[in-house]
């Protein structure tokens, strides 16, 4: 049985944590700057979140936003989450996004028509 790459990841990685979630950055970015936030249990959906993990992933997306404002001054964000494989979910131990945009970036989340 593989064992997950969120649960195996060593602490180091850690941008910031709290008592339940942990966040870093991504290893393959979308844009400069892109950040997992991953809450520490392991659990498939986001849908299987508890109150208080997603308290503790919402606190993280807060100081993610400090940090990323202060370090790279992104023009906006993407903020997301990938449930099933159907949405693009390729790590099966839920997490969101932050992914930072800038003006002139090629990066969208939808489909122009």
């Not at 790459?5 to 700057?33: H, I, M, Q, W």
């Not at 892109?34 to 993990?53: G, M, R």
């Not at 993280?60 to 790279?72: A, I, P, Q, S, Y």
């Given at each position: 049985m593989n064992e997950?790459?969120?649960?195996?990841l060593p602490e180091t990685v850690n941008l910031v944590e709290n008592d339940l979630a942990r966040a870093f950055y991504d290893k393959f970015p979308v844009s400069e700057g892109h950040v997992l936030i991953v809450p520490k249990k392991h659990a498939l959906s986001f849908f299987d979140a508890t109150?208080?993990?997603?308290?503790?992933?919402g606190d993280l997306l807060t100081r993610v936003k400090e940090l990323l404002d202060?370090?790279?001054?992104?023009?906006?964000?993407?903020?997301?989450?990938?449930?099933?494989?159907?949405?693009?979910?390729?790590?099966?131990?839920w997490h969101i996004h932050v992914i930072p945009r800038y003006n002139g970036d090629a990066g969208t989340v939808r489909w122009h028509t």
């Amino acid at each position: 049985m593989n064992e997950c790459v969120f649960c195996t990841l060593p602490e180091t990685v850690n941008l910031v944590e709290n008592d339940l979630a942990r966040a870093f950055y991504d290893k393959f970015p979308v844009s400069e700057g892109h950040v997992l936030i991953v809450p520490k249990k392991h659990a498939l959906s986001f849908f299987d979140a508890t109150p208080e993990e997603m308290a503790c992933v919402g606190d993280l997306l807060t100081r993610v936003k400090e940090l990323l404002d202060n370090r790279f001054h992104p023009d906006g964000y993407n903020i997301g989450a990938n449930v099933g494989t159907a949405a693009g979910q390729t790590v099966f131990h839920w997490h969101i996004h932050v992914i930072p945009r800038y003006n002139g970036d090629a990066g969208t989340v939808r489909w122009h028509t």
